[in-house]
């Protein structure tokens, strides 16, 4: 699977979790800075996240980003690791 089709996957999950999610889509680079509204804490988010799923995501902070964690989508497990992403977020609402 290639960045392009990874990246509309993204695209998709994105505009499902609107209301939770929202980003500006990167132009140059298989990475992303989505801000994750309601959560404060994205370091606890990402180190939850990583225990539950397996799903690594790194805190904004690290990136000069707080409230927002840095997604790659240039792997060819990025189907998989969105689906599970997806349905953590979405058993937690």
């Known amino acids: 699977i290639s960045q392009v089709a990874n990246l509309s996957l993204l695209d998709a999950f994105l505009a499902r979790q609107a209301e939770r999610i929202s980003w ?3 132009t140059a ?3 992303g800075f989505p801000r ?3 959560i404060e804490d994205t370091t606890g988010f990402c180190e939850q996240l990583v225990a539950d799923t397996g799903v690594l ?3 904004g902070r ?3 980003e707080p409230g927002h964690v840095r997604i790659g ?3 060819a497990t990025m189907p998989e690791a969105l ?3 997806e349905r953590w977020i979405d058993t937690r609402s």
């Open 29 to 31: 680079s298989p990475i």
């Open 62 to 64: 690290v990136y000069d």
């Open 57 to 59: 995501l790194l805190p």
């Open 36 to 38: 994750l509204h309601g």
């Open 83 to 85: 689906g599970r992403l």
């Open 73 to 75: 989508f240039g792997r």
């Open 24 to 26: 500006t889509r990167p």
